[in-house]
């Protein structure tokens, strides 16, 4: 999927829109997001040392989930973030890297949708988190 693709399940638009590509792929969601330096989040995080922060990693890892949703949202609704647990960060994601997703819905119980996903940069993993969702109307 490319970046219209995208919009066509997530609400995000301008800046918060956090992926560049996505896919799904055997009930798995795969994202990818180049990271080039000139985001707005890098610009305090940190001078000098620009680091891209935990929490923009986990909004990414929750707009990649959100691609399972694909043909199952109607019209009208969005998807909420309402939680994360056992994030655990291991590596730094850096401007010039390409912060690659593999989520995947792991149980249902609608409204709410439960994932999992893992972020990594070459291979290497930099994030792992729990996290859960909301499909309500607009």
């Not at 795969?30 to 891209?52: A, C, D």
């Amino acid at each position: 999927m490319n970046i219209e693709e995208i919009k066509k399940i997530l609400p995000h638009r301008d800046n918060m829109l956090l992926l560049d590509e996505a896919e799904l792929k055997d009930g798995k969601a795969y994202g990818k997001k180049k990271i080039t330096g000139e985001e707005w989040f890098l610009k305090g995080h940190f001078p000098g040392n620009p680091v891209v922060p935990g929490v923009i990693l986990c909004e990414i890892l929750a707009q990649s989930v959100c691609v399972c949703l694909e043909g199952k949202l109607k019209d009208g609704q969005l998807p909420f973030f309402t939680g994360l647990d056992k994030v655990k960060f291991r590596n730094p994601v850096l401007p010039g890297d390409v912060f690659e997703t593999q989520c995947e819905i792991i149980k249902e119980r609608e409204p709410f949708y439960f994932a999992k996903g893992t972020g990594s940069v070459n291979g290497k993993l930099c994030v792992s988190a729990e996290f859960s969702f909301a499909v309500t109307d607009k």
